[in-house]
């Protein structure tokens, strides 16, 4: 079973809604990490979280840190089709040497 | 700027040929990944490196050879063992201590002809 569990796995939404993915880890979180990846691109750092509860916006994305839940949420307000890639989250977990583990990604696409 | 080169950014081999896939970085970071992707499964790690002249296997090495005779380089060679090569390749690179995450590079194409 993966160790870094991302859903949905693709999420079609209408431009201008609202949106949330969200990265549940089976193992104990030192720090999670968002980033995004155009198709056949590498992936851009957005945002990186570290401390229970902490919560980090950039322009209309907003992710969250639920320690208790092991889990990451990424949240975009009002979606617009520059939004649209696929978001993998990244994990530092126990047991892992400091190397980061990677969720199977999210395939966003915004219709206008 | 700083940043992580790889190059080729397409690249096309044919059945029994070893490629070598460049990933150079000016960031100063001492640790180098490379990460295979293939649709639907994520990242998947095939070796890595915190130090100069030494490097681990990862998840999926077989079939796969690398070198960190620099600090500012890592090369991937995919060799004729690797019976599935063609996917996507990333590289990426990271200071040891405290961990903020990875650098990534554009990555790379590999197919099989």
């Known amino acids: 079973s993966q160790e870094l569990e991302q859903s949905p796995q693709s999420l079609i939404v209408q431009e201008g809604k609202n949106l949330t993915i969200n990265c549940t880890s089976s193992?104990?979180?030192?720090?999670l990490y968002w980033y995004k990846q155009k198709y056949g691109e590498g992936l851009i750092f957005l945002m990186m979280l570290q401390k229970g509860g902490e919560e980090k916006s950039h322009e209309k994305i907003t992710a969250k840190l639920d320690e208790k839940k092991q889990q990451s949420s990424l949240h975009i307000t009002a979606s617009q089709p520059s939004h649209a890639g696929i978001y993998l989250c990244?994990?530092?977990?126990?047991?892992?040497?400091?190397?980061?583990?990677f969720g199977q990604g999210t395939e966003l696409s915004v219709k206008p | 700027d700083g940043g992580i080169t790889q190059s080729p950014k397409y690249l096309f081999r044919k059945e029994g040929q070893n490629v070598t896939l460049s990933c150079e970085q000016n960031l100063n970071h001492d640790a180098m990944y490379w990460y295979r992707q293939d649709p639907g499964q994520g990242l998947r790690l095939i070796y890595y490196?915190?130090?100069?002249?030494?490097?681990q296997k990862g998840d999926i090495a077989e079939g796969y050879s690398v070198s960190r005779e620099k600090k500012e380089s890592f090369p991937l060679t995919v060799t004729s063992a690797q019976k599935n090569p063609t996917a996507f390749y990333l590289c990426a690179s990271s200071i040891v201590e405290p961990n903020y995450g990875y650098t990534f590079g554009s990555g790379t194409r590999l197919t099989v002809v």
């Open positions: 990244g994990a530092d977990v126990v047991d892992q040497g400091g190397k980061l583990i």
């Open positions: 193992k104990t979180l030192y720090g």
């Open positions: 490196s915190q130090i100069v002249n030494d490097f």
